[in-house]
Protein backbone atom coordinates (compact mmCIF):
# COMPACT_ATOMS: atom_id res chain seq x y z
CA UNK A 1 0.00 0.00 0.00
CA UNK A 2 2.37 2.35 0.92
CA UNK A 3 4.73 1.65 -1.91
CA UNK A 4 1.77 2.06 -4.15
CA UNK A 5 1.21 5.68 -2.23
CA UNK A 6 4.72 6.37 -3.06
CA UNK A 7 4.76 5.58 -6.59
CA UNK A 8 1.36 7.91 -7.13
CA UNK A 9 2.85 10.49 -5.44
CA UNK A 10 6.10 10.17 -7.31
CA UNK A 11 3.81 10.54 -10.38
CA UNK A 12 1.85 13.51 -8.84
CA UNK A 13 5.20 15.15 -8.80
CA UNK A 14 6.47 14.21 -12.71
CA UNK A 15 2.93 14.92 -13.67
CA UNK A 16 2.31 18.74 -15.86
CA UNK A 17 1.47 21.50 -14.12
CA UNK A 18 -2.14 21.15 -12.79
CA UNK A 19 -2.25 24.98 -12.55
CA UNK A 20 -2.63 24.71 -16.23
CA UNK A 21 -5.56 23.00 -16.13
CA UNK A 22 -7.20 25.28 -13.45
CA UNK A 23 -6.83 28.37 -14.48
CA UNK A 24 -6.09 28.18 -18.10
CA UNK A 25 -3.24 29.56 -19.97
CA UNK A 26 -4.17 33.29 -20.10
CA UNK A 27 -3.90 34.53 -16.42
CA UNK A 28 -0.70 36.19 -15.23
CA UNK A 29 2.10 34.63 -13.46
CA UNK A 30 2.00 36.72 -10.81
CA UNK A 31 -1.93 35.30 -9.71
CA UNK A 32 -0.24 31.89 -10.98
CA UNK A 33 2.29 31.67 -8.28
CA UNK A 34 -0.35 32.77 -5.81
CA UNK A 35 -2.11 29.96 -6.41
CA UNK A 36 0.17 27.48 -6.22
CA UNK A 37 1.40 28.77 -3.16
CA UNK A 38 -2.24 28.70 -1.56
CA UNK A 39 -2.03 24.65 -2.75
CA UNK A 40 1.37 24.48 -1.55
CA UNK A 41 2.60 23.36 -4.80
CA UNK A 42 5.95 25.29 -4.60
CA UNK A 43 6.73 23.43 -1.26
CA UNK A 44 10.00 21.05 -2.00
CA UNK A 45 8.71 17.58 -3.17
CA UNK A 46 9.63 16.28 0.55
CA UNK A 47 7.67 18.38 2.04
CA UNK A 48 4.81 18.04 -0.21
CA UNK A 49 5.17 14.07 -0.08
CA UNK A 50 5.35 14.34 3.79
CA UNK A 51 1.91 16.38 4.00
CA UNK A 52 0.37 13.86 1.17
CA UNK A 53 0.90 11.21 3.64
CA UNK A 54 0.25 12.90 6.53
CA UNK A 55 -3.52 13.52 5.05
CA UNK A 56 -3.65 10.37 3.52
CA UNK A 57 -3.10 8.29 6.52
CA UNK A 58 -6.25 10.42 7.92
CA UNK A 59 -8.41 9.70 4.88
CA UNK A 60 -7.79 13.15 3.18
CA UNK A 61 -6.16 12.62 -0.81
CA UNK A 62 -6.46 15.69 -1.75
CA UNK A 63 -9.22 17.62 -3.84
CA UNK A 64 -9.99 16.69 -7.17
CA UNK A 65 -9.04 19.66 -9.34
CA UNK A 66 -12.21 19.37 -11.55
CA UNK A 67 -14.91 18.51 -9.21
CA UNK A 68 -14.04 20.35 -6.30
CA UNK A 69 -14.36 17.73 -3.70
CA UNK A 70 -12.51 15.61 -1.96
CA UNK A 71 -11.36 12.59 -4.30
CA UNK A 72 -12.13 9.99 -2.31
CA UNK A 73 -15.86 10.98 -2.03
CA UNK A 74 -15.50 11.17 -6.11
CA UNK A 75 -14.28 7.62 -6.46
CA UNK A 76 -15.92 6.05 -3.74
CA UNK A 77 -19.28 7.72 -4.66
CA UNK A 78 -18.69 5.49 -8.13
CA UNK A 79 -17.69 2.19 -6.51
CA UNK A 80 -21.06 0.50 -6.67
CA UNK A 81 -21.25 0.96 -10.23
CA UNK A 82 -18.04 -0.80 -10.91
CA UNK A 83 -18.88 -3.05 -7.75
CA UNK A 84 -22.20 -3.77 -9.34
CA UNK A 85 -20.94 -4.80 -12.96
CA UNK A 86 -18.38 -6.64 -11.44
CA UNK A 87 -20.66 -8.63 -9.18
CA UNK A 88 -23.21 -9.73 -11.92
CA UNK A 89 -20.03 -10.48 -14.52
CA UNK A 90 -18.42 -13.07 -11.86
CA UNK A 91 -21.47 -14.72 -11.17
CA UNK A 92 -22.06 -15.13 -15.28
CA UNK A 93 -18.31 -16.79 -15.07
CA UNK A 94 -18.76 -18.89 -12.26
CA UNK A 95 -22.25 -20.65 -13.31
CA UNK A 96 -21.18 -21.00 -16.39
CA UNK A 97 -17.55 -21.78 -16.12
CA UNK A 98 -17.77 -24.79 -13.43
CA UNK A 99 -20.06 -27.05 -15.38
CA UNK A 100 -18.72 -25.98 -18.67
CA UNK A 101 -14.82 -26.53 -17.36
CA UNK A 102 -16.63 -30.13 -15.55
CA UNK A 103 -17.72 -31.58 -18.67
CA UNK A 104 -15.11 -30.70 -20.46
CA UNK A 105 -12.67 -32.65 -18.39
CA UNK A 106 -14.91 -36.04 -17.49
CA UNK A 107 -15.87 -36.32 -21.08
CA UNK A 108 -12.70 -35.00 -22.78
CA UNK A 109 -13.23 -36.82 -26.30
CA UNK A 110 -17.06 -35.38 -26.88
CA UNK A 111 -18.03 -33.47 -29.31
CA UNK A 112 -19.61 -30.82 -26.68
CA UNK A 113 -15.92 -30.78 -24.91
CA UNK A 114 -14.59 -30.03 -28.33
CA UNK A 115 -17.22 -27.37 -28.95
CA UNK A 116 -16.30 -25.32 -25.87
CA UNK A 117 -12.84 -25.66 -26.45
CA UNK A 118 -13.32 -24.18 -29.69
CA UNK A 119 -15.71 -21.56 -28.50
CA UNK A 120 -13.32 -20.67 -25.61
CA UNK A 121 -9.93 -19.84 -27.91
CA UNK A 122 -12.65 -17.74 -29.93
CA UNK A 123 -13.67 -16.34 -26.69
CA UNK A 124 -10.29 -15.55 -26.08
CA UNK A 125 -9.18 -13.83 -28.85
CA UNK A 126 -12.02 -11.53 -29.11
CA UNK A 127 -11.05 -8.03 -27.28
CA UNK A 128 -13.41 -7.06 -24.56
CA UNK A 129 -14.57 -3.73 -25.95
CA UNK A 130 -15.47 -5.52 -29.60
CA UNK A 131 -17.26 -8.16 -28.11
CA UNK A 132 -19.19 -5.03 -26.40
CA UNK A 133 -19.37 -3.55 -29.72
CA UNK A 134 -20.79 -6.08 -31.20
CA UNK A 135 -23.23 -6.79 -28.49
CA UNK A 136 -24.38 -2.95 -28.28
CA UNK A 137 -24.62 -3.14 -32.81
CA UNK A 138 -26.73 -6.46 -32.45
CA UNK A 139 -29.06 -5.42 -29.15
CA UNK A 140 -29.53 -1.99 -29.11
CA UNK A 141 -28.64 -0.62 -32.83
CA UNK A 142 -29.99 -3.30 -34.64
CA UNK A 143 -32.84 -5.10 -32.62
CA UNK A 144 -33.30 -2.19 -30.05
CA UNK A 145 -33.98 -4.18 -27.16
CA UNK A 146 -31.56 -3.15 -24.71
CA UNK A 147 -29.58 0.26 -23.51
CA UNK A 148 -26.22 0.61 -24.89
CA UNK A 149 -25.10 3.19 -22.51
CA UNK A 150 -25.40 4.53 -18.97
CA UNK A 151 -26.76 2.68 -15.82
CA UNK A 152 -29.94 3.76 -15.61
CA UNK A 153 -32.49 4.17 -13.21
CA UNK A 154 -30.65 3.85 -9.95
CA UNK A 155 -32.24 3.68 -6.38
CA UNK A 156 -29.91 5.52 -3.63
CA UNK A 157 -29.90 2.92 -0.04
CA UNK A 158 -27.50 4.80 2.40
CA UNK A 159 -24.22 6.25 0.44
CA UNK A 160 -24.62 3.31 -1.84
CA UNK A 161 -26.54 3.76 -5.30
CA UNK A 162 -27.81 0.68 -6.69
CA UNK A 163 -28.86 -0.19 -10.37
CA UNK A 164 -29.75 -3.56 -9.02
CA UNK A 165 -33.80 -3.28 -7.62
CA UNK A 166 -34.89 -1.30 -10.70
CA UNK A 167 -36.11 -3.03 -14.12
CA UNK A 168 -34.63 -0.04 -16.10
CA UNK A 169 -31.37 -0.72 -14.30
CA UNK A 170 -31.27 -4.43 -14.56
CA UNK A 171 -31.72 -4.04 -18.44
CA UNK A 172 -28.85 -1.12 -18.42
CA UNK A 173 -27.04 -4.42 -16.68
CA UNK A 174 -27.67 -6.80 -18.97
CA UNK A 175 -25.04 -6.03 -22.00
CA UNK A 176 -21.94 -5.18 -19.98
CA UNK A 177 -22.14 -7.89 -17.47
CA UNK A 178 -22.12 -10.30 -20.67
CA UNK A 179 -19.19 -8.37 -21.83
CA UNK A 180 -16.86 -8.61 -18.87
CA UNK A 181 -18.14 -12.47 -18.24
CA UNK A 182 -16.92 -12.97 -21.72
CA UNK A 183 -13.25 -12.31 -21.38
CA UNK A 184 -13.03 -14.30 -17.92
CA UNK A 185 -15.35 -17.01 -19.07
CA UNK A 186 -13.30 -19.14 -21.70
CA UNK A 187 -9.83 -18.48 -19.34
CA UNK A 188 -12.09 -19.94 -16.36
CA UNK A 189 -13.62 -22.17 -18.05
CA UNK A 190 -10.00 -23.66 -19.06
CA UNK A 191 -8.54 -23.50 -15.61
CA UNK A 192 -11.48 -25.29 -14.41
CA UNK A 193 -10.59 -28.11 -17.10
CA UNK A 194 -6.55 -28.05 -16.07
CA UNK A 195 -7.56 -28.28 -12.76
CA UNK A 196 -10.41 -31.34 -12.87
CA UNK A 197 -8.00 -33.12 -15.40
CA UNK A 198 -5.02 -33.01 -12.80
CA UNK A 199 -7.69 -34.37 -9.73
CA UNK A 200 -8.99 -36.45 -12.04
CA UNK A 201 -6.19 -38.56 -12.78
CA UNK A 202 -5.05 -39.12 -8.72
CA UNK A 203 -5.04 -42.09 -7.24
CA UNK A 204 -7.56 -41.44 -4.32
CA UNK A 205 -10.13 -40.52 -7.05
CA UNK A 206 -9.35 -43.58 -8.92
CA UNK A 207 -9.48 -45.44 -5.45
CA UNK A 208 -12.96 -44.32 -4.79
CA UNK A 209 -14.01 -44.97 -7.96
CA UNK A 210 -13.14 -48.27 -7.29
CA UNK A 211 -14.54 -48.79 -4.52
CA UNK A 212 -17.83 -48.03 -5.72
CA UNK A 213 -18.53 -44.62 -5.28
CA UNK A 214 -20.72 -43.21 -8.33
CA UNK A 215 -19.11 -40.95 -11.05
CA UNK A 216 -20.85 -37.95 -10.22
CA UNK A 217 -20.04 -38.30 -6.10
CA UNK A 218 -16.27 -38.76 -7.28
CA UNK A 219 -16.63 -36.21 -9.87
CA UNK A 220 -18.48 -33.91 -7.09
CA UNK A 221 -17.01 -34.73 -4.18
CA UNK A 222 -13.76 -36.15 -4.29
CA UNK A 223 -12.16 -33.93 -7.41
CA UNK A 224 -13.65 -30.40 -8.03
CA UNK A 225 -13.13 -29.88 -3.78
CA UNK A 226 -9.59 -30.31 -4.92
CA UNK A 227 -9.60 -28.76 -7.85
CA UNK A 228 -10.88 -25.82 -6.59
CA UNK A 229 -8.09 -24.72 -4.95
CA UNK A 230 -5.39 -24.17 -7.63
CA UNK A 231 -8.62 -22.44 -8.96
CA UNK A 232 -8.87 -20.01 -6.62
CA UNK A 233 -5.16 -18.98 -6.39
CA UNK A 234 -4.66 -18.68 -9.90
CA UNK A 235 -8.10 -16.56 -10.14
CA UNK A 236 -6.75 -14.49 -7.32
CA UNK A 237 -4.29 -14.13 -9.97
CA UNK A 238 -6.97 -12.69 -12.50
CA UNK A 239 -7.72 -9.20 -10.44
CA UNK A 240 -5.55 -7.13 -12.16
CA UNK A 241 -6.99 -8.53 -15.34
CA UNK A 242 -10.45 -8.32 -14.09
CA UNK A 243 -10.15 -4.44 -13.30
CA UNK A 244 -8.39 -3.89 -16.61
CA UNK A 245 -11.08 -5.41 -17.86
CA UNK A 246 -13.79 -3.27 -16.31
CA UNK A 247 -12.27 -0.44 -17.20
CA UNK A 248 -11.92 -1.40 -20.70
CA UNK A 249 -15.75 -2.47 -20.47
CA UNK A 250 -16.76 0.69 -18.93
CA UNK A 251 -15.72 3.04 -21.33
CA UNK A 252 -17.60 1.22 -24.67
CA UNK A 253 -20.37 1.85 -21.92
CA UNK A 254 -20.14 4.68 -20.61
CA UNK A 255 -20.73 2.87 -17.47
CA UNK A 256 -20.52 5.60 -14.87
CA UNK A 257 -17.71 3.48 -12.62
CA UNK A 258 -14.20 3.96 -11.27
CA UNK A 259 -12.62 3.14 -13.98
CA UNK A 260 -14.46 5.30 -16.49
CA UNK A 261 -14.12 8.23 -14.33
CA UNK A 262 -10.15 7.20 -14.10
CA UNK A 263 -10.02 7.81 -17.72
CA UNK A 264 -11.82 10.97 -17.43
CA UNK A 265 -9.30 12.08 -14.39
CA UNK A 266 -6.17 11.22 -17.13
CA UNK A 267 -7.65 13.36 -20.50
CA UNK A 268 -8.60 16.39 -17.98
CA UNK A 269 -5.03 15.44 -15.99
CA UNK A 270 -7.29 16.10 -12.74
CA UNK A 271 -3.75 14.19 -10.91
CA UNK A 272 -5.37 14.08 -7.46
CA UNK A 273 -7.83 12.24 -8.49
CA UNK A 274 -5.44 9.56 -10.66
CA UNK A 275 -3.55 9.19 -7.29
CA UNK A 276 -6.66 8.69 -5.29
CA UNK A 277 -7.89 6.28 -8.13
CA UNK A 278 -4.71 4.51 -8.11
CA UNK A 279 -4.24 4.16 -4.37
CA UNK A 280 -8.13 2.69 -4.25
CA UNK A 281 -7.45 0.12 -7.02
CA UNK A 282 -4.21 -0.97 -4.60
CA UNK A 283 -6.23 -1.19 -2.02
CA UNK A 284 -9.02 -3.07 -3.88
CA UNK A 285 -5.87 -5.33 -4.99
CA UNK A 286 -5.12 -6.09 -1.36
CA UNK A 287 -8.01 -6.79 0.30
CA UNK A 288 -9.10 -9.18 -2.90
CA UNK A 289 -5.59 -11.02 -2.75
CA UNK A 290 -6.22 -11.86 1.14
CA UNK A 291 -9.55 -12.75 0.39
CA UNK A 292 -8.35 -15.71 -1.96
CA UNK A 293 -5.47 -16.61 0.62
CA UNK A 294 -7.77 -16.67 3.36
CA UNK A 295 -10.34 -18.96 0.79
CA UNK A 296 -7.73 -21.09 0.27
CA UNK A 297 -6.61 -20.92 3.93
CA UNK A 298 -10.55 -22.41 4.50
CA UNK A 299 -10.26 -24.39 1.37
CA UNK A 300 -7.06 -26.56 3.06
CA UNK A 301 -6.19 -26.62 6.07
CA UNK A 302 -2.85 -28.30 5.08
CA UNK A 303 -1.65 -24.65 4.24
CA UNK A 304 -0.76 -22.97 7.13
CA UNK A 305 0.49 -18.76 6.81
CA UNK A 306 3.75 -19.42 7.77
CA UNK A 307 4.64 -22.83 5.18
CA UNK A 308 3.16 -19.92 2.43
CA UNK A 309 6.30 -18.62 0.61
CA UNK B 1 18.67 -26.78 -31.55
CA UNK B 2 21.32 -28.65 -33.95
CA UNK B 3 20.35 -30.38 -37.22
CA UNK B 4 19.14 -33.29 -36.53
CA UNK B 5 16.54 -32.49 -33.33
CA UNK B 6 15.48 -28.99 -35.30
CA UNK B 7 14.39 -31.72 -38.27
CA UNK B 8 12.48 -33.71 -35.43
CA UNK B 9 10.68 -30.57 -33.83
CA UNK B 10 9.60 -29.91 -37.76
CA UNK B 11 8.74 -32.90 -38.42
CA UNK B 12 6.45 -33.57 -35.02
CA UNK B 13 5.12 -29.73 -36.19
CA UNK B 14 4.20 -30.91 -39.13
CA UNK B 15 2.49 -34.16 -38.16
CA UNK B 16 1.00 -32.30 -36.15
CA UNK B 17 -0.48 -29.69 -38.44
CA UNK B 18 -1.84 -31.88 -40.57
CA UNK B 19 -3.79 -34.26 -38.31
CA UNK B 20 -5.71 -30.69 -37.50
CA UNK B 21 -6.52 -28.74 -40.32
CA UNK B 22 -7.72 -25.85 -38.18
CA UNK B 23 -3.85 -25.24 -37.66
CA UNK B 24 -3.20 -25.08 -41.14
CA UNK B 25 -5.97 -22.72 -42.30
CA UNK B 26 -4.42 -20.46 -39.27
CA UNK B 27 -0.90 -20.40 -40.61
CA UNK B 28 -2.20 -19.67 -44.15
CA UNK B 29 -4.37 -16.95 -43.13
CA UNK B 30 -1.73 -15.63 -41.05
CA UNK B 31 0.82 -15.66 -43.24
CA UNK B 32 -1.72 -14.11 -46.34
CA UNK B 33 -2.32 -11.12 -43.26
CA UNK B 34 0.97 -10.92 -42.63
CA UNK B 35 2.40 -10.42 -46.33
CA UNK B 36 -0.99 -7.92 -46.91
CA UNK B 37 0.01 -5.95 -44.39
CA UNK B 38 3.57 -5.62 -44.87
CA UNK B 39 3.04 -4.96 -48.13
CA UNK B 40 1.25 -2.33 -47.81
CA UNK B 41 2.71 0.45 -49.60
CA UNK B 42 2.69 -1.58 -52.33
CA UNK B 43 -0.85 -2.82 -52.89
CA UNK B 44 -3.42 -0.35 -50.99
CA UNK B 45 -5.23 2.23 -53.06
CA UNK B 46 -4.38 4.86 -50.69
CA UNK B 47 -1.50 6.34 -48.22
CA UNK B 48 -3.78 6.92 -45.02
CA UNK B 49 -0.99 8.58 -43.22
CA UNK B 50 -1.07 11.11 -46.67
CA UNK B 51 -3.69 13.72 -45.74
CA UNK B 52 -3.72 14.93 -49.54
CA UNK B 53 -4.84 11.40 -50.71
CA UNK B 54 -8.50 11.69 -49.45
CA UNK B 55 -11.46 13.55 -49.18
CA UNK B 56 -13.61 14.32 -46.35
CA UNK B 57 -16.00 14.49 -48.86
CA UNK B 58 -15.75 10.76 -49.38
CA UNK B 59 -17.06 10.16 -45.97
CA UNK B 60 -18.81 6.90 -45.16
CA UNK B 61 -19.08 5.23 -47.91
CA UNK B 62 -20.35 1.89 -47.73
CA UNK B 63 -18.74 -1.66 -48.19
CA UNK B 64 -18.80 -2.50 -52.20
CA UNK B 65 -21.85 -5.18 -51.23
CA UNK B 66 -24.15 -2.59 -49.55
CA UNK B 67 -26.17 0.22 -51.69
CA UNK B 68 -24.49 3.67 -52.07
CA UNK B 69 -21.13 2.09 -52.59
CA UNK B 70 -18.56 3.39 -54.14
CA UNK B 71 -16.10 1.46 -56.93
CA UNK B 72 -13.27 3.02 -55.64
CA UNK B 73 -13.46 1.91 -52.20
CA UNK B 74 -14.02 -1.78 -51.55
CA UNK B 75 -14.48 -2.04 -47.83
CA UNK B 76 -15.96 1.65 -47.65
CA UNK B 77 -14.39 4.67 -46.06
CA UNK B 78 -14.38 6.11 -42.55
CA UNK B 79 -15.98 9.37 -41.12
CA UNK B 80 -12.80 11.22 -43.25
CA UNK B 81 -13.01 9.51 -46.10
CA UNK B 82 -10.43 7.34 -45.81
CA UNK B 83 -10.02 3.91 -47.60
CA UNK B 84 -10.78 1.76 -45.07
CA UNK B 85 -9.25 -1.27 -46.69
CA UNK B 86 -5.87 0.81 -47.14
CA UNK B 87 -6.60 1.95 -43.44
CA UNK B 88 -6.90 -1.71 -42.30
CA UNK B 89 -3.57 -3.14 -44.00
CA UNK B 90 -1.22 -0.04 -42.74
CA UNK B 91 -3.25 -1.00 -39.37
CA UNK B 92 -2.77 -4.62 -39.35
CA UNK B 93 1.41 -3.93 -39.98
CA UNK B 94 1.45 -1.36 -37.07
CA UNK B 95 -0.33 -4.05 -35.07
CA UNK B 96 1.75 -6.59 -35.76
CA UNK B 97 5.08 -4.67 -35.42
CA UNK B 98 3.93 -3.40 -32.02
CA UNK B 99 2.92 -7.12 -31.35
CA UNK B 100 6.40 -8.53 -32.24
CA UNK B 101 8.54 -6.00 -31.05
CA UNK B 102 7.65 -5.80 -27.77
CA UNK B 103 7.51 -10.06 -27.37
CA UNK B 104 10.87 -9.36 -28.65
CA UNK B 105 11.99 -7.04 -25.92
CA UNK B 106 9.69 -9.28 -23.34
CA UNK B 107 12.08 -12.42 -24.68
CA UNK B 108 15.15 -10.35 -24.11
CA UNK B 109 14.70 -9.17 -20.23
CA UNK B 110 12.73 -12.65 -19.82
CA UNK B 111 15.15 -15.03 -21.28
CA UNK B 112 18.37 -13.89 -19.84
CA UNK B 113 16.94 -13.69 -16.55
CA UNK B 114 15.03 -17.34 -16.25
CA UNK B 115 18.42 -19.05 -17.72
CA UNK B 116 20.46 -16.88 -14.82
CA UNK B 117 17.68 -18.03 -11.88
CA UNK B 118 17.48 -21.77 -13.23
CA UNK B 119 21.37 -21.72 -13.87
CA UNK B 120 22.83 -19.84 -10.98
CA UNK B 121 20.84 -21.43 -8.01
CA UNK B 122 18.42 -20.42 -5.24
CA UNK B 123 19.28 -16.98 -3.94
CA UNK B 124 19.21 -15.36 -7.04
CA UNK B 125 16.60 -17.49 -8.41
CA UNK B 126 14.06 -16.90 -5.45
CA UNK B 127 14.83 -13.10 -6.00
CA UNK B 128 13.58 -12.78 -9.52
CA UNK B 129 11.03 -15.29 -9.11
CA UNK B 130 9.36 -13.05 -6.38
CA UNK B 131 10.01 -9.68 -8.62
CA UNK B 132 7.98 -11.79 -11.29
CA UNK B 133 5.54 -12.68 -9.09
CA UNK B 134 4.62 -9.46 -8.17
CA UNK B 135 4.23 -8.42 -11.92
CA UNK B 136 2.53 -10.77 -12.84
CA UNK B 137 0.30 -10.01 -9.78
CA UNK B 138 -0.66 -6.55 -10.84
CA UNK B 139 -1.64 -7.87 -14.53
CA UNK B 140 0.08 -6.26 -17.50
CA UNK B 141 -2.78 -4.68 -18.76
CA UNK B 142 -3.79 -2.60 -16.09
CA UNK B 143 0.51 -1.48 -15.76
CA UNK B 144 0.09 -0.18 -18.91
CA UNK B 145 -3.09 1.50 -18.77
CA UNK B 146 -2.02 3.60 -15.91
CA UNK B 147 1.84 4.30 -17.40
CA UNK B 148 0.39 5.35 -20.72
CA UNK B 149 -2.59 7.52 -18.63
CA UNK B 150 0.02 9.36 -16.64
CA UNK B 151 2.27 9.96 -19.90
CA UNK B 152 -0.86 11.18 -21.33
CA UNK B 153 -1.68 13.38 -18.58
CA UNK B 154 1.70 14.43 -17.93
CA UNK B 155 2.93 15.35 -21.57
CA UNK B 156 -0.27 15.81 -23.41
CA UNK B 157 -2.25 13.69 -26.14
CA UNK B 158 0.09 14.82 -28.61
CA UNK B 159 3.56 14.07 -27.28
CA UNK B 160 1.42 10.77 -26.34
CA UNK B 161 1.01 10.53 -30.08
CA UNK B 162 4.13 10.80 -31.54
CA UNK B 163 5.98 8.66 -28.89
CA UNK B 164 2.91 5.92 -29.36
CA UNK B 165 5.08 3.37 -31.00
CA UNK B 166 8.10 2.99 -29.15
CA UNK B 167 6.38 3.70 -25.75
CA UNK B 168 3.84 0.59 -26.62
CA UNK B 169 6.50 -1.53 -27.58
CA UNK B 170 8.56 -0.66 -24.38
CA UNK B 171 5.56 -1.16 -21.83
CA UNK B 172 3.87 -4.10 -23.28
CA UNK B 173 7.38 -5.38 -23.61
CA UNK B 174 8.33 -4.39 -20.13
CA UNK B 175 5.14 -5.68 -18.32
CA UNK B 176 4.89 -9.63 -19.69
CA UNK B 177 8.72 -10.62 -19.33
CA UNK B 178 8.08 -12.90 -16.24
CA UNK B 179 5.87 -15.22 -18.94
CA UNK B 180 9.50 -16.04 -20.89
CA UNK B 181 11.59 -15.66 -17.02
CA UNK B 182 9.55 -18.57 -15.91
CA UNK B 183 8.93 -20.80 -18.85
CA UNK B 184 13.01 -20.40 -19.40
CA UNK B 185 13.77 -21.06 -15.74
CA UNK B 186 11.53 -24.29 -15.29
CA UNK B 187 13.47 -25.33 -18.42
CA UNK B 188 16.92 -24.98 -17.66
CA UNK B 189 16.17 -26.57 -14.40
CA UNK B 190 15.43 -29.68 -15.89
CA UNK B 191 18.45 -28.93 -18.41
CA UNK B 192 21.13 -28.43 -16.44
CA UNK B 193 20.68 -31.41 -14.55
CA UNK B 194 21.10 -33.58 -17.63
CA UNK B 195 24.21 -35.55 -18.54
CA UNK B 196 25.31 -33.58 -21.20
CA UNK B 197 25.87 -30.31 -19.28
CA UNK B 198 27.14 -32.58 -16.45
CA UNK B 199 29.83 -33.91 -18.86
CA UNK B 200 30.29 -30.43 -20.02
CA UNK B 201 31.30 -28.96 -16.50
CA UNK B 202 33.47 -31.91 -16.25
CA UNK B 203 35.00 -31.10 -19.41
CA UNK B 204 35.89 -27.64 -18.14
CA UNK B 205 33.51 -25.52 -20.10
CA UNK B 206 32.62 -22.33 -18.70
CA UNK B 207 29.76 -21.43 -17.52
CA UNK B 208 28.38 -19.22 -19.70
CA UNK B 209 29.67 -21.40 -22.90
CA UNK B 210 27.47 -24.17 -20.99
CA UNK B 211 24.30 -21.70 -21.30
CA UNK B 212 24.95 -20.77 -24.32
CA UNK B 213 25.83 -23.96 -26.51
CA UNK B 214 24.02 -26.66 -24.36
CA UNK B 215 20.89 -25.47 -22.34
CA UNK B 216 19.96 -22.49 -24.59
CA UNK B 217 19.30 -24.39 -27.79
CA UNK B 218 17.68 -27.39 -25.92
CA UNK B 219 14.86 -24.93 -24.03
CA UNK B 220 14.03 -23.19 -27.43
CA UNK B 221 11.22 -24.94 -27.74
CA UNK B 222 9.11 -23.95 -25.16
CA UNK B 223 10.07 -20.50 -25.38
CA UNK B 224 8.57 -20.51 -28.87
CA UNK B 225 5.33 -21.57 -27.73
CA UNK B 226 5.14 -19.03 -25.15
CA UNK B 227 6.37 -16.19 -27.86
CA UNK B 228 3.54 -17.40 -29.82
CA UNK B 229 0.56 -17.14 -26.90
CA UNK B 230 2.50 -13.63 -26.25
CA UNK B 231 2.49 -12.24 -29.63
CA UNK B 232 -1.33 -12.56 -29.40
CA UNK B 233 -1.67 -10.87 -26.29
CA UNK B 234 0.80 -7.92 -27.22
CA UNK B 235 -1.35 -7.33 -30.29
CA UNK B 236 -4.80 -7.50 -28.16
CA UNK B 237 -3.35 -5.75 -25.43
CA UNK B 238 -2.32 -2.92 -27.73
CA UNK B 239 -5.46 -2.59 -29.90
CA UNK B 240 -6.92 -2.40 -26.10
CA UNK B 241 -5.07 0.50 -25.10
CA UNK B 242 -5.28 2.17 -28.52
CA UNK B 243 -9.40 1.93 -28.01
CA UNK B 244 -8.93 4.11 -24.89
CA UNK B 245 -6.94 6.58 -26.16
CA UNK B 246 -3.90 5.86 -25.06
CA UNK B 247 -2.16 3.91 -27.97
CA UNK B 248 -1.61 5.07 -30.98
CA UNK B 249 -3.62 8.16 -32.54
CA UNK B 250 -5.79 8.89 -35.31
CA UNK B 251 -3.17 9.85 -37.44
CA UNK B 252 -1.37 6.53 -37.09
CA UNK B 253 -4.04 4.15 -37.39
CA UNK B 254 -3.62 0.81 -35.64
CA UNK B 255 -6.01 -1.39 -35.73
CA UNK B 256 -7.20 -0.62 -32.26
CA UNK B 257 -7.55 2.98 -33.47
CA UNK B 258 -9.01 1.77 -36.51
CA UNK B 259 -12.34 0.49 -34.05
CA UNK B 260 -12.24 3.67 -31.46
CA UNK B 261 -12.68 5.57 -34.24
CA UNK B 262 -15.45 3.97 -35.56
CA UNK B 263 -16.98 3.10 -31.91
CA UNK B 264 -19.11 6.43 -32.14
CA UNK B 265 -20.90 5.74 -36.03
CA UNK B 266 -22.07 2.72 -34.98
CA UNK B 267 -25.50 4.43 -33.52
CA UNK B 268 -25.38 6.31 -36.93
CA UNK B 269 -25.73 3.03 -38.53
CA UNK B 270 -21.78 2.97 -40.00
CA UNK B 271 -21.00 -0.13 -38.53
CA UNK B 272 -18.09 -1.04 -41.29
CA UNK B 273 -15.90 0.97 -39.86
CA UNK B 274 -15.91 -0.31 -36.48
CA UNK B 275 -17.09 -4.19 -37.32
CA UNK B 276 -14.49 -4.74 -40.13
CA UNK B 277 -10.89 -3.72 -38.67
CA UNK B 278 -12.59 -5.45 -35.44
CA UNK B 279 -13.08 -8.61 -37.45
CA UNK B 280 -9.51 -8.66 -38.82
CA UNK B 281 -8.10 -8.10 -35.97
CA UNK B 282 -10.16 -11.20 -34.16
CA UNK B 283 -8.97 -13.11 -37.15
CA UNK B 284 -5.04 -12.39 -36.56
CA UNK B 285 -6.01 -13.16 -32.96
CA UNK B 286 -7.80 -16.38 -33.38
CA UNK B 287 -4.83 -17.51 -36.04
CA UNK B 288 -2.16 -16.93 -33.65
CA UNK B 289 -3.72 -18.35 -30.57
CA UNK B 290 -4.73 -22.19 -32.72
CA UNK B 291 -1.20 -21.85 -33.99
CA UNK B 292 -0.03 -21.48 -30.30
CA UNK B 293 -1.87 -24.12 -28.96
CA UNK B 294 -0.75 -26.81 -32.57
CA UNK B 295 3.00 -25.72 -31.54
CA UNK B 296 2.37 -26.40 -27.70
CA UNK B 297 0.33 -29.73 -27.93
CA UNK B 298 3.16 -30.54 -30.82
CA UNK B 299 6.63 -29.89 -28.85
CA UNK B 300 5.32 -30.45 -25.52
CA UNK B 301 4.76 -34.32 -25.07
CA UNK B 302 3.28 -33.63 -21.39
CA UNK B 303 0.08 -31.94 -22.96
CA UNK B 304 -0.70 -34.30 -25.70
CA UNK B 305 -4.32 -35.39 -24.78
CA UNK B 306 -4.53 -39.13 -23.75
Redesign the interface.
Known amino acids: MLAIALIAFA?KG???DPLREIMGEAVPEAERAELRHKLGLDAPWPTQLARYIGHAARGDLGQSYVYKRPTLEVVLAKFPASFELVLAASLIVLLISLPAGIYCAVK??SLGAKLILGLS??G???????TG??L??IFS?WLGLLP?FGRGETVRIGFWETGLLTLDGLKHLVLPAITLSSIMLPLFIRLVRAAMLDQLGTDYVRTARAKGASRLRVWLHHALRNALLPLVALG??????M???T??TE??FQWPGMGFL??E???R?D?PL?TTY?VA?GFL?VVT?TLADVVSLWLDPRISLEGRR | MNGEQARTAYASVRAFALDRPGSMIAALLLGAVAFAAFAAPLIAPQNPFDLASYDVLDANVPPLWLTGSDPRFLLGTDSQGRDLLSAILYGTRISLTVGVLAVGIQAAIGVPLGLIGGYVGVRVDSLIARVADVQ????T???A??AL??V??????ETLGRLAVPLLVLVIGIAEWPYFARTARAATLVESAKDHVRAARALGASDAGIVRRHILPNILSPLIVVATTQI?GAI?AE??LS????GLPVTQPSLGTL?RSG?DL??A?V?WV??LP?LT??GV??AV??LG?TLRDALDPRLT??
Open positions: VALGPRVLISVPVFLIIISVAGLQIGNLAFLLTVFLAVTAVILVFN | LSLSLILIIALRAGLGGAMAAFLGLIYIFGWTVGLVLVNVDPR
